[in-house]
């Protein structure tokens, strides 16, 4: 069955901490995408990938990194976390025909 | 920087038919456009998607406007299951490979019983 994994699902951490993100699909697909929910802002791109190794910019991507190690994972770093972050974060995946996928989303609070 | 443009917010009543409007002036011939939903604290569900021909699925009826300007997803008979956000979302292709997806706030859909 087609999924895309979260983890973690909760995360604290204070200002300055160091934080990663990871998003695993098992879908075979070969885009993969972070965004970030606030209040009146809907879903905002941070980052995206086609394939293991690339890495394309999105609408928001100040103050994050993410790097694609397979097919299967990604991962959104956060290396000064600021309070300013504390967000929902949704990873999904795609490929070019089928309608994305999206995770359940990680929780991360910044004190 | 979305691309597309949906009223914040609709209410309904269960057992209703419920018309949820899209605009999209700006899109381009290879832009399909995707319709998702949306509940509190979890991920977007795939409702929809279609590019020039109204399309049908057991969820809703995508109508989409002959200069594809526009779009409307169909509800028929909301339950109170059915309340959630829906996103309208243009896939757009950033250049080579590469397709974005950029979401707007979506349409809040309230339904009462």
């Known amino acids: 069955e087609a999924a895309v994994t979260q983890s973690p699902r909760n995360k604290v951490t204070v200002t300055g901490g160091n934080v990663t993100l990871s998003c695993r699909q098992t879908?075979?697909?070969?885009?993969m995408y972070w965004y970030r929910q606030d209040t009146g802002h809907g879903l905002r791109l941070i980052h995206y990938s086609y394939g293991a190794g690339n890495l394309q910019i999105g609408d928001v991507p100040d103050g994050y990194k993410a790097t694609r190690t397979t097919q299967e994972d990604f991962f959104l770093l956060l290396e000064l976390a600021s309070p300013s972050q504390t967000s929902l974060y949704f990873c999904?995946?795609?490929?070019?025909?089928?309608?994305?996928?999206f995770g359940e989303g990680t929780r991360l609070s910044v004190l | 920087d979305a691309k597309t443009t949906q009223p914040d917010s609709m209410e309904s009543t269960e057992g209703e038919t419920v018309h949820l409007p899209c605009s999209h002036a700006t899109i381009s011939g290879n832009e399909y456009i995707y319709w998702y939903r949306q509940v509190p604290l979890q991920g977007p569900e795939y409702v929809t998607h279609g590019l020039q021909q109204n399309t049908t699925n057991s969820m809703a009826f995508l109508a989409i406007a002959s200069d594809r300007k526009s779009s409307t997803l169909i509800l028929p008979h909301v339950s109170l299951r059915d309340a959630a956000v829906y996103h309208c979302?243009?896939?757009?292709?950033?250049?080579?490979?590469?397709?974005?997806?950029?979401f707007g706030k979506g349409t809040l859909l309230t339904v009462t019983p």
């Open positions: 879908n075979s697909h070969n885009y």
């Open positions: 979302i243009l896939r757009v292709n950033s250049g080579g490979s590469n397709y974005k997806l950029t």
């Open positions: 999904a995946s795609s490929d070019e025909v089928q309608a994305p996928l």
